[in-house]
């Protein structure tokens, strides 16, 4: 299958549980994969769920988290202007797409897992056969998304995430509303992980995850390879 247009979905949650700083969209997440699509020319569509301005984590705009491609975000008005207007998720729909991609952040573990468009959409994506990909903590998007036999979609699939020992490292383990890890194992996912902050992505079917920051532009790698060889399939 070709991937021409890209449908990004950041959080619209800026509030980091009960203690008064502000969390969000972690920017590297976003930048480097939307970069990644830009250069090869895909069309890219950013959505939220409550849409316009998406916050992002100030934590990741701090000089030690800053990349390249954050460094780049921060250069480019365009890119700004879309992450400000971002499409309401009720606005857009799976058909007018060929993949999409969840940037993480700790803003998605408060208004992803029970978003209905959400949901709506990323079973949209899989039974029409088109890939999903989500990082760190946006696979808690997949927290109530169900499969065409009714069951939870990530039961018995590979599935990485933000470790819990990831959580504890940046002190928000009691913070959260639950631990990422935890929920992904309940739900019968086959946990996958790799080395804390290290690139880590795992793939199976069309499901596409990542574990951390540093895991962002493998996991849009990952995608791109898999569509490439859809593609030569249905051409063979």
């Known amino acids: 299958m070709k991937i021409n247009?890209?449908?990004f979905v950041v959080t619209s949650h800026d509030e980091l549980g009960n203690t008064g700083k502000k969390t969000g969209l972690w920017i590297?997440?976003?930048a480097a994969p939307y970069y990644k699509f830009h250069?090869?020319?895909?069309?890219?569509?950013?959505a939220s769920p409550k849409g316009g301005q998406a916050p992002i984590d100030p934590k990741s705009d701090l000089p030690e988290n800053r990349t390249e491609a954050t460094i780049r975000y921060y250069n480019d008005k365009d890119t700004q202007n879309k992450l400000s207007n971002t499409v309401p998720l009720s606005e857009v729909s799976e058909s007018d797409f060929d993949t999409i991609f969840y940037p993480g952040g700790h803003g998605p573990m408060w208004d992803l897992p029970d978003n209905k468009e959400s949901i709506k959409l990323i079973e949209s994506f899989i039974?029409?056969?088109?890939?999903?990909?989500?990082?760190?903590?946006?696979?808690?998007?997949l927290k109530n998304v169900k499969s065409n036999s009714g069951e939870w979609l990530i039961k018995g699939k590979r599935v990485a995430a933000?470790?819990?020992?990831?959580?504890?490292?940046?002190?928000?383990t009691e913070v959260v509303p639950f631990l990422l890890e935890d929920m992904l194992k309940?739900?019968?996912a086959n946990f996958q992980k790799g080395e804390d902050w290290m690139p880590f992505v795992t793939r199976d079917g069309l499901l596409i995850t990542g574990q951390n920051p540093a895991s962002s532009v493998l996991a849009v790698t990952t995608l791109l390879e898999y569509a490439g060889r859809l593609q030569e399939a249905a051409l063979a």
């Not at 039974?127 to 998007?141: I, Q, S």
């Open 39 to 46: 250069d090869l020319g895909k069309e890219i569509v950013i």
């Open 186 to 188: 309940e739900l019968g």
């Open 162 to 172: 933000f470790t819990n020992t990831e959580e504890e490292a940046v002190q928000l």
């Open 28 to 30: 590297e997440e976003f």
């Open 5 to 7: 247009k890209v449908l």
């Open 127 to 141: 039974n029409n056969g088109k890939p999903v990909a989500l990082v760190c903590h946006a696979p808690v998007a």
